[in-house]
Nanobody, 120 residues
Framework: QVQLVESGGGLVQAGGSLRLSCAAS????????LGWYRQAPGKQRELVAS???????NYVESVKGRFTISRDNGKNTVYMQMNSLKPEDTAVYYC??????????????WGQGTQVTVSS
């Protein structure tokens, strides 16, 4: 099927930056919208940013102007540059994508998550 593997999380001080990456592999025919979600302890998972195959982007209000999502369709990879990080950005970040597979199927796929911790 399809696997999504995130990387790039870690511990950073407030005001710092991190870049998350998510690479998709497997029996991929095409990947449609890709997105980054996050879940903080005791909170619901929320959509942080998404990007269509054509490059249209969408951000949750709290990260606008600080985070930038991008993708490389040739590498089946999505990135998120996170600048001016705040303690409230601390969460596990998950990559998500809807992919069509070479056998004609399709589905919604998730990565395993990567921890982002922002210290004050």
């Amino acid at each position: 099927q399809v696997q999504l593997v995130e990387s790039g999380g870690g511990l950073v001080q407030a005001g710092g930056s991190l870049r998350l990456s998510c690479a998709a592999s497997g029996s991929i025919f095409n990947i449609m919208t890709l997105g980054w979600y996050r879940q903080a302890p005791g909170k619901q998972r929320e959509l942080v940013a998404s990007i269509t195959r054509g490059g249209s982007t969408n951000y949750v209000e709290s990260v606008k102007g600080r985070f930038t999502i991008s993708r490389d369709n040739g590498k089946n990879t999505v990135y998120m540059q996170m600048n001016s990080l705040k303690p409230e950005d601390t969460a596990v970040y998950y990559c998500n994508g809807y992919a069509y597979t070479v056998d004609g199927g399709g589905g919604d796929y998730w990565g395993q998550g990567t921890q982002v911790t922002v210290s004050s």
